[in-house]
């Protein structure tokens, strides 16, 4: 775990002496005819000479072996951010306790959150070979992140600590330092996201694509064989690391891709140089190649049962279950049921910036909000959508959180019809139809269109039974489909009057983890996309929020983002956690959802349990898929 004390030098993860270097450690045969040939070095020399020791028995799994390939099922191209998330290789990264720990790193210094010292694994190497050195920071920095060419919109927010960026400092080859006056909490854990903050990149494979140093013919023929027209946009496209579309883009992931979109299959193959070992000096990952094969997202669920899937949890949902675990009769597969970590499985979220001013001004009405929350009666939905096996709860943070606070579950969250008529009605929503709809002020019915991105029966499900509570208090309710991309543009034009969506992202943060998730303070939240780009843009587009308690919880952010204790973040984050459920800016319906797991019986080393969400977990990530192995190859 990455403690934060003055000038403290933290050691690896999972460190583990004794392993002797050169003949200590073991690659995989695939690689055994590029070393025959000099074409690759041999194991010892493609590993860093401190490599990360990940000791599985530790783990509770199983020491592996190598070899095999593992096959996965995506529904986009754009899915192939799967291998990079799932990966999980970071300058630091949670573990399976959400403890920050060093990965690339092998030793942080954090002095109050201001000073950050980076040490790095002598004779680390990127996926093709070149050293990993302070040379790649030092790009990052100053041909990238500083370059206006690059960074138009200026410095990412995760860089600037009161308004101001670091001081950036290269202390040797192997060694660079960040520095703040003021502190950064925010820093370490975005280096650990699971679509991290990039300080670094392969600065050797980059300055081709760079006008700084590229000749200029040479560079106007690139853009031309890639078809940008400007060099700005060259570097971007070649430079793209989290989707990973770029198979020359030397990386640190354990598998690297070898094939350039478009295409129905994308393989991903072992990385010779990748940084990990387990205790008994094999080199990581154990599996030597990942393929991952387009398919209508519809019947990805059909296919994983069937074992057309090696590996799969993307693309599957709880309704998936009953045929899933029925497939483990007539087919090689094990499946299993992980825990969901968002705030809320399904949640409603009004559009507190939607075009149709009599709605919005009743949105914003906390009475609103909360009269809808109550009507609705969560425990028939958890029976009839979720077997019962899902959390009545409000949009908040799960048990599995240190900030978990009971009373928060249950703020609002009680199936009250005769409160919730007692609010509307105290809005002046007691005019009424001849079918008993409430009638707004200027005389239209009280109806309220909720746009769903069609993506799942569940979401369906949900608000047939939604649609008879409401009604029970005098609210219509109408679904409209849309489309995952389009709705960010319709929510910030005022088009959407509510979605359903999931509930906050991370349902099992530490005081550690940035709040923003509860605060205005992106334009894809559908709630407030306008207030959220607002504090995205840092004031150039959008609104400031209009409503206090929105404004209260950006004042508290802005308070966690200094703040330099964790103690005094815990306290932020409870004042924050308040506020949001008192307020329900989201709609929580049940969390602790189920979500199922399927993998190939011969796939070894899969957890039983785990959280699955894209945040704090990365999905797959913080339980290691390079420890997963095949008992044989097929």
């Known amino acids: 775990m990455i403690r934060r004390r003055t000038a403290l030098q933290i050691l690896a993860a999972l460190a ?5 270097r050169a003949a200590a450690y073991t690659g995989s045969p695939m690689l055994d005819e ?16 401190n490599p990360r020791v990940i000791n599985v028995k530790a783990m509770g799994r199983e020491p592996g072996r190598h070899g095999g390939t593992v096959r996965m099922l995506i529904g986009s191209q754009k899915d192939i951010r799967l291998m990079t998330i799932n990966g999980y290789a970071r300058l630091v990264g949670y573990d399976e306790n959400l403890q ?20 790095l694994r002598k004779g680390h190497r990127w996926s093709n070979g070149a050293l990993l050195t302070a ?14 060419d690059l960074r138009k919109g200026g410095l990412p927010r995760e860089l600037l600590a009161k308004g101001q960026p670091p001081r950036f400092e290269i202390i040797d080859q192997y060694t660079v330092r960040y520095r703040w006056d003021q502190p950064n909490p925010n820093f370490l854990p975005k280096l650990a996201a699971p679509q991290p903050l990039v300080i670094f990149m392969p600065s050797g494979y980059m300055r081709q694509f760079h006008k700084d140093y590229q000749d200029p013919f040479r560079l106007s023929a690139l853009m031309k064989e890639y078809r940008v027209k400007k060099w700005a946009d060259l570097h971007i496209k070649m430079s793209r690391s989290y989707r990973p579309e770029n198979p020359d883009l030397p990386t640190l992931d354990p598998w690297r891709n070898t094939v350039a979109p478009p295409a129905e299959q994308f393989v991903f193959e072992r990385n010779p140089y990748f940084h990990r070992v387990d205790e008994n000096g094999l080199q990581l990952p154990y599996v030597d190649r990942v393929i991952l094969s387009l398919s209508t997202p519809d019947i990805i669920a059909a296919k994983a049962g069937t074992g057309e899937s090696d590996l799969q949890i993307n693309s ?21 049921l992980w825990k969901r970590t968002q705030g809320s499985r399904v949640a409603l979220l009004p559009n507190l910036n939607c075009g149709d001013e009599a709605w919005r001004d009743l949105f914003r009405d906390v009475r609103m909000r909360r009269a809808l929350s109550l009507a609705i009666d969560r425990r028939e939905i958890n029976l009839a959508a979720f077997y019962g096996l899902a959390h009545e709860s409000a949009d908040t943070v799960l048990p599995e959180s240190p900030l978990y606070r009971e009373e928060l579950a249950k703020a609002w969250s009680a199936h ?19 079918d008993g709809i409430r009638l707004l002020p200027d005389g239209r019915k009280a109806e309220i269109v909720v746009e769903t991105a069609g993506e799942s029966t569940l979401e369906t499900d949900v608000l047939e039974l939604v649609t008879d509570h409401w009604r029970e208090v005098g609210i219509s309710l109408f679904v409209r489909t849309s489309q995952r991309d389009v709705f960010r543009s319709r929510a910030m034009g005022g088009d959407i009057m509510m979605s359903m969506w999931v509930g906050i992202d991370n349902g099992v943060p530490t005081a550690d983890m940035n709040p923003s998730q509860i605060a ?20 150039k587009k959008g609104k400031p929020p209009e409503l206090a308690e929105a404004r209260k919880l950006v004042q508290l952010l802005a308070e966690w983002e200094a703040s330099a204790t964790t103690e005094a973040r815990a306290a932020i984050w409870a004042k924050m956690l308040d506020i949001y459920t008192d307020q329900v800016f989201s709609i929580g319906i049940v969390n602790g959802g189920l979500q199922p797991m399927v993998h190939a019986t011969r796939l070894v080393n899969v957890p039983e349990k785990g959280l699955f969400g894209f945040e704090p977990t990365s999905y797959l990530g913080v339980y290691k898929p390079d420890t997963f192995f095949l008992k044989e190859e097929g």
């Open 416 to 434: 009250d019809p005769a409160e919730a008529n007692r609010l509307l009605d105290e809005l002046g929503l007691t005019g009424r139809n001849s």
């Open 135 to 148: 040379e790649d920071f030092r790009y990052c920095w100053e041909d990238v992140i500083l370059n206006e």
């Open 16 to 20: 583990w002496p004794g392993l002797a």
């Open 100 to 119: 920050l720990q060093p990965d690339v790193l092998e030793r942080v210094e954090n002095d109050g959150d201001r000073i950050f010292t980076f040490h």
């Open 34 to 49: 590029g070393v025959a040939q000099g074409i690759l070095p041999d194991t010892a020399t493609r590993l860093p000479e």
């Open 316 to 336: 599957l949902d709880f309704a998936d279950y009953t045929f899933l675990k029925d497939s483990e009769k007539l087919f090689p597969v094990k499946v299993s």
């Open 520 to 539: 205005p303070t992106a334009d894809d939240q559908l709630q407030w996309p306008v207030w959220g780009m607002y504090y995205l843009s840092v004031g």
